[in-house]
């Protein structure tokens, strides 16, 4: 069974950038297709970027478009989210999740392997 951690979240000001790592242990993760999500403070939980199993197909929301991007690097076992001109909207706690063979689903239900999250902060 695949283990999710994400790492690289931390305290940025506006306009600058982090990037956000889903490292896997367990299992090879090149067969599985992986989803971030994001839940800001007391908001719902929502999609930000997804990469299937193959990397072929990838989907962003669409108010981050152009400043997010989702890449996997599977020789590392990690995937990969570039975040760019941040705002303080962008404060949340995000997690990465997964799932065998998936594809780049947006919906939280497809996946059945969460990790713990990150704290992302940007300050204005």
């Known amino acids: 069974q695949v283990q999710l951690v994400e790492s690289g979240g931390g305290l940025v000001q506006t306009g600058g950038s982090l990037r956000l790592s889903c490292a896997a242990s367990g299992r090879t993760f090149s067969d599985y297709g992986v989803g971030w999500f994001r839940q800001p403070p007391g908001k719902e939980r929502e999609s930000v970027a997804a990469?299937?199993?193959?990397?072929?197909?990838?989907y962003y929301a669409d108010s981050l478009k152009g400043r997010f991007t989702i890449s996997r690097d599977n020789a590392k076992n990690t995937v990969y989210l570039q975040m760019n001109s941040l705002k303080p909207e962008d404060t949340a706690v995000y997690y990465c999740?997964?799932?065998?063979?998936?594809?780049?689903?947006?919906?939280?239900?497809?996946?059945?392997?969460w990790g713990r999250g990150t704290q992302v902060t940007v300050s204005s």
């Open positions: 990469i299937s199993w193959t990397g072929s197909s990838t």
């Open positions: 999740a997964a799932r065998r063979f998936g594809g780049s689903s947006s919906s939280p239900a497809v996946y059945n392997i």
